[in-house]
């Protein structure tokens, strides 16, 4: 079982719409989330920390359910450019090896 | 502007030929990280150094070497041991002893093997 699971997709959603990604980890000892933005063919750029207490920015919202072992990212009134590939990252105790494991990235299509 | 800059962007090489990826920053970051990313997967962790003179293996460094010489420069060596190395190189760094998940990455390297 891999570490960060996420739902490839992609999800094809019309402007406006409200898109709810998930992201399950299998390791309980995780400590840290994020959110991680990645346009097609570019480098990866952090969109949100998510914390446990769930936490919004703007159209973002993400939450974060330890018992359940997954996080989640809701995207409200979807605009063109929020067309990307959304990671989930999990963060282990302590910096440096296998601290942050990334999952393969959820494609989001938004259309007009 | 302080940024990660990754040289080149498109490298075409022919199988049994060594190559060197450049990275470079100016955020005086201590750490810095190469990953390789294939399509449909996450980020892998090939190496990574959190100070000068100092670096460690990742998940999948087999067939790539490394050199911290100075803070700012952290080149990666794809050698010809390395069986698949068609793939997508991110150069990272973030501040040592900070616990944030927050790495910044250069455009990255695209390396394709003919």
């Known amino acids: 079982r891999k570490e960060v699971e996420q739902d490839p997709g992609p999800f094809n959603v019309p402007e406006g719409a409200t898109v709810a990604f998930n992201c399950t980890y299998s390791n309980s000892a995780s400590q840290s989330f994020f959110w991680y933005r990645q346009d097609c063919r570019k480098e990866p750029k952090l969109l949100m920390s998510?914390?446990?207490s769930g936490n919004e920015d703007g159209r973002f919202t993400a939450q974060l359910n330890r018992a359940s072992q997954y996080i989640s990212l809701l995207i409200r009134d979807s605009k063109l450019s929020d067309s990307a590939t959304y990671l989930c990252v999990v963060k282990k105790q302590g910096t440096g090896r296998r601290a942050l494991t990334f999952g393969s990235g959820t494609r989001l299509q938004v259309q007009p | 502007d302080g940024g990660i800059t990754q040289s080149p962007k498109y490298l075409f090489r022919k199988e049994g030929q060594n190559v060197t990826l450049s990275c470079e920053q100016n955020l005086n970051h201590d750490a810095m990280y190469w990953y390789r990313q294939d399509p449909g997967q996450g980020l892998r962790l090939i190496y990574y150094s959190q100070i000068v003179n100092d670096f460690q293996k990742g998940d999948i460094a087999e067939g790539y070497s490394v050199s911290r010489e100075k803070k700012e420069s952290f080149p990666l060596t794809v050698t010809s041991a390395q069986k698949n190395p068609t793939a997508f190189y991110l150069c990272?760094?973030?501040?040592?002893?900070?616990?944030?998940?927050?790495?910044?990455f250069g455009e990255g390297s695209r390396l394709t093997v003919l």
């Open positions: 998510v914390y446990s």
């Open positions: 990272a760094s973030s501040i040592q002893g900070r616990d944030t998940g927050e790495l910044f």
